[in-house]
């Protein structure tokens, strides 16, 4: 079973404007962390925030944000004031926590999403 | 900032032969990981490492692949006869402890078998 779905393979998005990707996860564990990562063409994978599952406030990280919602088990990503340099894949990971957990302590990734900024 | 080393950035190699991919962690970092990422596809785990031994292994990492620490500095990935599915870019990561609250990749190695 899926564990982390982005569910937009990809988005346009104008030069200065906000945009929300999207990431659903799921797991059991009431531990867990959520991570997301910028790829760029070049292919390196570059980190970009990380949420805890039990932080209280949405992470952030300069033009970063991570909206999250435990409920909905969600961990939006958004990029404020969108610029070029933001072009890249982008991917959500989560990291089970629970030592109960087979797969604590990796990384599980999404498929990504394509964000491409235009002028 | 400190950084986790990869190399070569890219390798070419004949099905068949080995390859041995390296990566120098960040230097107080304690936990390793091998990922991978087939073109196109999303990033795969493959082995987490801790205290010289293996800590957790995929279905993917079968006995073609093998991991060490040889000097307590460089951190390899083996693979002993390459298929042409093993053509992927292949990510180390490290981290301090198992939970620490970043994870940093290296700019990975992209192996292409031919």
């Known amino acids: 079973a899926q564990k982390i779905t982005q569910t937009q393979p990809g988005m346009f998005v104008q030069e200065k404007e906000a945009v929300t990707l999207d990431c659903t996860y799921d797991?059991?564990?009431?531990?867990?962390?959520l991570f997301w990562y910028k790829q760029p063409s070049s292919g390196e994978m570059i980190f970009l925030i990380y949420?805890?599952?039990?932080?209280?406030q949405n992470a952030t990280e300069g033009r970063y944000s991570l909206n999250f919602q435990k409920a909905r088990k969600s961990a939006n990503l958004v990029i404020s004031a969108s610029q070029l340099g933001d072009s890249a894949m982008y991917f959500c990971?989560?990291?089970?926590?629970?030592?109960?957990?087979?797969?604590?302590?990796?990384?599980?990734f999404g498929a990504g999403t394509q964000v491409v900024v235009t002028p | 900032e400190p950084e986790v080393t990869q190399t070569p950035s890219h390798q070419v190699t004949q099905m068949g032969q080995e390859v041995i991919l390296r990566c120098v962690p960040i230097s107080n970092h304690l936990y390793f990981y091998w990922y991978r990422q087939i073109l196109g596809q999303k990033v795969e785990f493959l082995v987490s490492?801790?205290?010289?031994?293996?800590?957790?292994k995929s279905e993917i990492f079968d006995d073609q692949f093998s991991v060490e620490r040889p000097d307590g500095s460089n951190f390899t990935l083996k693979i002993r006869s390459t298929k042409l599915e093993d053509s992927a870019m292949y990510f180390c990561?490290?981290?301090?402890?198992?939970?620490?609250?970043?994870?940093?990749f290296g700019q990975g190695t992209r192996l292409t078998v031919v």
């Open positions: 949420q805890g599952s039990y932080d209280e």
């Open positions: 990971a989560m990291r089970e926590e629970e030592e109960t957990t087979d797969s604590w302590g990796k990384l599980q």
């Open positions: 990561a490290t981290g301090r402890g198992r939970m620490n609250t970043e994870a940093f």
């Open positions: 797991t059991s564990d009431q531990s867990y962390g």
């Open positions: 490492f801790y205290n010289n031994e293996i800590s957790e």
